[in-house]
């Protein structure tokens, strides 16, 4: 069974991703991820969009597709599991145990727990939340159409350049001080709030003020900035969230109401359930539980779910604050997340010595992405090599989950220039 089973099975795959055009995203034909899907061969995408999404995982919105990477070792064995490219979540449900192993098969767990993106915002994303497990399943059952899934959806965002984003509540005195500075207080009236709970109080006054009251305090609030900038980076965002989204969003203020955050070039910061959250712009790697669930509450034209959003929210101050990946024994790095549904890995950057030239995978079900440079994966069977492979930068792979019970090891051998991340699961 074990013979047969590795000799008709395909070791790994090439995984294309699905692209999402979405008006936030990328219009130049540099930008980011239209440089890296020059790199993959064959796949066709309208240069003319804003690209801001591709999508690596088998979530039913946007399912990847897969074809068997072409391996010598398989050759002579002519009963290939796949032969064309089909989704992802279609092979998954038909042949769980290999797509995602035993292990997880025996848990109960039937699609694969986690979503790779990347992201490419050329302007500011909506204010959003994601929902825990528990109100996802609520929310999903009263209204599938605008939540497509019960899952929760934490998320890690890692920086691939200069990233910027807002994330979580600011400390109160810093909300307060920005409240009694700035020319809002006298359209809230926020004296009269007790401490408890004052700010979601605060919030919720704001969130709830109608279009012309908005459009009083941001024309109030743009006279004062004529001759004041009590906080530079934060008021050049003001400006520019209103040219994307016009002078009556109540999201135009979460600005100053939110932490803000500018990540450097491999920084990561962990997005938990029921906080708040607007990406400004940049390129990142993301990473979640396999959901779309996505409770916004401004700076869009799509479905706005306030009522929700409001109750939802934790609103305490947060001790939130960029992750630097943690160096494991000087053979890859990864980023330290309190949720098990995925992990990341770093497991090669250009020019560093922080990192082993090869490794051993580990984790299985596995998508491995090579943003840079060129790596060479050795296909042991037994511990005997079978067959060397050279892989070229901007190929996706995905790692069926069965490969240690059919005694395949994959070993990975990194060029030096070479930018390689994996994303994987613990549950």
């Known amino acids: ?75 002579q064995h002519p009963k290939i599991l796949l032969e064309q490219e089909k989704n992802l979540d279609d092979l998954i449900k038909k042949n769980p145990e290999h797509f995602l192993g035993s292990a997880l098969v025996n848990k109960n767990i039937h699609q694969l727990p986690f979503l ?35 899952n929760h959806k934490p998320e890690l965002a890692i920086s691939l350049g200069n990233f910027e984003a807002i994330v979580g509540f600011r400390p109160l005195e810093e909300i307060l001080r920005f409240i009694h500075t700035y020319p809002i207080n006298k359209y809230l009236g ?53 040219k994307h989204y016009g002078d009556k969003d109540p999201g135009l203020f979460s600005i100053y109401l939110f932490n803000y955050f500018n990540l450097k070039k491999g920084e990561g910061i962990f997005l938990g359930p029921n906080i708040p959250h607007a990406y400004l712009k940049g390129e990142i790697l993301e990473c979640m539980a396999d959901s779309d669930n996505v409770v916004r509450g401004g700076l869009t034209s799509k479905y706005k779910d306030i009522e929700v959003l409001i109750s939802m929210l934790d609103y305490n101050a947060q001790d939130i604050k960029p992750i630097t990946p943690f160096n494991f024994k000087n053979l890859y790095k990864y980023y330290p ?22 490794i051993v995978l580990e984790d299985f079900p596995s998508i491995l992405i090579i943003l840079a440079g060129n790596i060479k994966i050795n296909i042991r069977e037994e511990k005997t090599l079978k067959e060397q492979k050279d892989i070229e930068e901007g190929e996706i792979l995905f790692f069926p989950g069965d490969l240690k019970e059919r005694n395949l090891e994959i070993q990975i051998e990194f060029d030096d220039d070479s930018w390689v991340f994996l994303a994987s699961t613990n549950l």
């Not at 995203?25 to 890296?36: A, D, L, M, P």
């Not at 915002?121 to 609520?138: F, G, N, R, T, V």
């Not at 997340?337 to 090869?358: A, G, R, T, W, Y």
């Open 1 to 75: 069974m074990k013979e047969s089973k590795t000799n008709t099975y395909p070791i790994f795959y090439s995984l294309i991703p699905s692209i999402q055009y979405y008006d936030w995203g990328n219009r130049s034909e540099n930008s980011f991820i239209k440089n890296f899907l020059k790199k993959k061969k064959k796949l066709e995408f309208d240069i003319n969009q804003p690209i801001a999404e591709l999508w690596k995982g088998a979530h039913k919105k946007a399912p990847s597709r897969l074809t068997p990477y072409p391996l010598k070792y398989l050759e």
């Open 116 to 150: 790779f993106k990347i992201l490419d915002a050329e302007k500011p994303l909506s204010i959003q939340a994601h929902p825990d497990k528990k109100l996802a399943e609520i929310l999903h059952k009263r209204d599938p159409k605008n939540y497509p899934d019960d």
């Open 190 to 242: 926020i004296e009269n709030f007790s401490n408890v709970d004052i700010i979601k109080n605060i919030y919720k006054k704001i969130i709830l003020l109608n279009p012309m009251e908005i459009e009083i305090i941001v024309k109030d609030i743009i006279h004062f900035l004529n001759t004041n900038s009590p906080e530079p980076i934060r008021d050049k965002w003001f400006f520019e969230l209103i």
């Open 337 to 358: 997340i309190p949720v098990k549904d995925f992990i990341v890995k770093l497991l090669h950057e250009p020019s560093s010595e922080q990192f082993s030239k090869s």
